[in-house]
């Protein structure tokens, strides 16, 4: 029988043959050093406002409100520059020159549009977290390597910028890590202590909420999509609709990938996931995603991974094995550890311009491979919070030891929507 893993590995061989969008290509078979990339973004809400200044020549802008649709095309300069506005997302994913869509949605229609976007030929820029759920993500890999599409989650602290608190890039953290300098295995903790900020109070939902007229600027039953058709409340769209279980994961969801991509790129676990998580937290409601205290992770090799909701531990390392210590602000109690790191060979290269990407059809430093799994992590601790298990996962079957935890992992889709590659 072919596992879902088996499944994965597959698919990442096909990737070997990419096809380059023939607009992009010259007589010679170059690209051109003239033709610029163009791109489509679907979603104007506030995060959309980074995917405006972003690289590409920007076609088109889709929202379901008109409101915000409106916003951003006085923003970009509206019909006058060459921008397209759009109400349904296949509309603008079905014009032949647009090379990259930017799914700048909330979660629970990344992977449907990532997924169209992807048989349309176009290559995708997509908001983390990657998928709302373990089934969406595999859903999102299959179709990206089958019609051999460019794909970028985005987040990018494994490969540019200084990482939160610890005021220095990652790649300093995976020198210290490859080159056994504190030991094996590891402990990492994500605290407010060690430099990252769950956000727990601000993405929460709320219970008992009164059904509310629906603003006459919103397609609600659009936004909704593949959710659960639920009264409208303003709490539940636009800038709060983390706080539910249906379109996110509350401050797991909004900061997850950010936190935790980096640490499967520093552990070198990109193709795999922890065995087990450990939830302390209150019980949840079905619906309104609530706070939590703590989340461990444990990989096979016996390394952790702690959540502190609570910041618990002020005095905690972020990285912490047998040799050594790493706190915030790169602190160590090993002596001269940055003149040590500095000595080392740096981290193998990666392409770190998605346009670079999509030019030469070679893999983004964070694709959809390493991206699932990433995702993947942070969909075994959103799923032991919402359930309020502790729970065990295999990485060859992509499946928990609990029926409720694997009815998490295909969660049906409202009519019609539904995963078609």
């Not at 997509?126 to 859903?139: F, H, L, Y």
């Amino acid at each position: 029988m072919t596992t879902r893993r088996q499944t994965l590995k597959t698919l990442a061989a096909m990737a070997t043959v990419q096809i380059v969008p023939s607009r992009l290509l010259g007589l010679n078979g170059q690209t051109p050093p003239s033709e610029e990339i163009t791109k489509g973004i679907i979603g104007c809400g506030g995060i959309s406002v980074s995917h405006l200044t972003m690289p590409g020549k920007l076609l088109a802008l889709c929202d379901v409100d008109r409101k915000h649709l409106a916003q951003r095309m006085q923003e970009a300069g509206g019909e006058a520059a060459g921008v397209t506005g759009y109400h349904d997302f296949r509309e603008l994913i079905a014009r032949d020159d647009i090379d990259i869509v930017h799914v700048a949605t909330p979660p629970h229609w990344h992977a449907l549009m990532a997924i169209a976007a992807a048989k349309a030929g176009k290559d995708v820029w997509c908001e983390k977290p990657m998928s709302r759920t373990i089934g969406e993500g595999i859903a999102m890999v299959k179709a990206v390597e089958k019609y051999e599409r460019m794909f970028r989650i985005n987040t990018w602290f494994r490969f540019q910028a200084g990482f939160y608190g610890m005021r220095a890039p990652v790649q300093m953290l995976k020198k210290a890590v490859a080159n056994d300098l504190l030991g094996w295995p590891l402990k990492v903790t994500v605290s407010a202590s060690t430099g990252f900020d769950w956000k727990l109070n601000i993405w929460t939902g709320k219970t008992g909420l009164e059904p509310q007229p629906v603003p006459p600027e919103l397609d609600y039953d659009l936004w909704l999509g593949p959710a659960p058709n639920k009264p409208y409340h303003i709490h539940r769209t636009h800038g709060t609709f983390r706080g539910y279980w249906d379109y996110d994961g509350g401050g797991l969801g909004d900061m997850g990938m950010h936190y935790l991509d980096p640490v499967q790129y520093l552990l070198d676990k990109d193709d795999q996931a922890p065995v087990s998580v450990e939830i302390d937290a209150d019980p949840q409601d079905d619906d309104a995603i609530g706070t939590w205290r703590r989340i461990e992770l444990t990989y096979a090799d016996g390394c952790k991974v702690i959540l502190d909701g609570e910041d618990r531990d002020k005095e905690a390392a972020y990285l912490e094995g047998p040799k050594g210590k790493i706190f915030v602000g790169f602190r160590s109690d090993i002596p001269d550890l940055r003149q040590k790191i500095d000595a080392l060979p740096d981290p193998a290269p990666q392409i770190t311009d998605f346009h670079e990407s999509v030019r030469t059809r070679k893999k983004f430093a964070l694709n959809e491979q390493n991206g699932f799994w990433s995702c993947t992590m942070l969909n075994m601790a959103i799923t032991a919070h919402r359930l309020n298990k502790n729970l065990k996962f295999d990485s060859k079957t992509l499946r928990f030891d609990d029926p409720a935890a694997n009815a998490l992992i295909d969660q049906p889709m409202r009519a019609p929507w539904k995963l078609d590659i």
